[in-house]
């Protein structure tokens, strides 16, 4: 699933000159936690976030402190008086702003948002803001049908992608752990197939009771392949569909 099946595409967000009040406003009416910073051309200039108006308040106390200098760089020094005295978007917000593509994958944003501790992310294309998507367009992502993520894994995983007829491999899914049973040729079959059931939009977890005819870890190529065909495309060849 690409980001842009589930982005906003109506995203609240404001200039570079906008008053931090107006920023605040927006933030509280709109019972977001952030919103990028958008310059006339459309590109994404920052983000200010509520964490942006605390670090402003908590650089504001430390000010108060006659020993504060004492303990930081000149650049973070620099940077807390910047935020002391911002009174506009551009002057608060956090730059360059953590963005991410309509086009990548949604696991990907999912991963960015968990490595960077953000809840949001502007979505662009072609540097231009088009959408956005937030932890919770996410979690949305993983709340499929168990029927329905069973029927999608046999029809894209096991007989589109594997090549495997459906018989072969029994699918159910339960709370979003997919339970794989069955027979395939080989080994590294089975592995993959696993691999790529996990990685499907919607599914928590996966468990397999997945057999194979053939252990085929240790064995050797025999002779040397123009194009060296990988184990999915060995049973690609070998079951035709």
Not at 51 to 59: G, H, I, N, R, T
Not at 111 to 125: A, D, Q
Not at 190 to 215: F, K, P
């Amino acid at each position: 699933m690409k980001v842009r099946d589930v982005m906003s595409t109506t995203v609240v967000s404001a200039a570079p000159d906008t008053p931090l009040k107006e920023v605040a406003r927006l933030l509280a009416e709109n019972g977001i936690s952030g919103l990028p910073v958008v310059g006339e051309d459309g590109r994404v200039l920052g983000v200010v976030s509520e964490a942006d108006f605390l670090l402003k308040e908590q650089a504001s106390a430390e000010r108060l402190s006659p020993f504060a200098w004492l303990f930081e760089s000149s650049d973070a020094r620099r940077a807390r008086e910047e935020k002391l005295h911002a009174t506009t978007a551009g002057e608060a917000m956090s730059a360059p702003a953590v963005v991410i593509g309509p086009d990548r994958e949604v696991r990907e944003a999912a991963g960015v948002l968990t490595r960077r501790r953000i809840n949001r992310l502007p979505v662009v294309e072609d540097g231009k803001l088009v959408g956005i998507v937030s932890r919770a367009d996410l979690v949305e992502t993983v709340l499929v049908p168990d029927e329905e993520l069973a029927q999608r894994i046999g029809d894209e995983v096991v007989r589109d992608t594997m090549w495997i007829d459906p018989r072969r491999v029994d699918v159910r899914v339960s709370e979003g752990v997919a339970r794989l049973a069955g027979t395939v040729d080989r080994r590294t079959t089975a592995t993959i197939l696993e691999r790529l059931v996990g990685q499907m939009d919607g599914v928590v977890g996966v468990e397999s009771e997945l057999r194979w005819e053939l252990d085929d870890r240790d064995m050797e190529p025999v002779g040397r392949l123009e194009h060296e065909p990988t184990a999915a495309s060995i049973t690609a060849r070998d079951l035709p569909r």
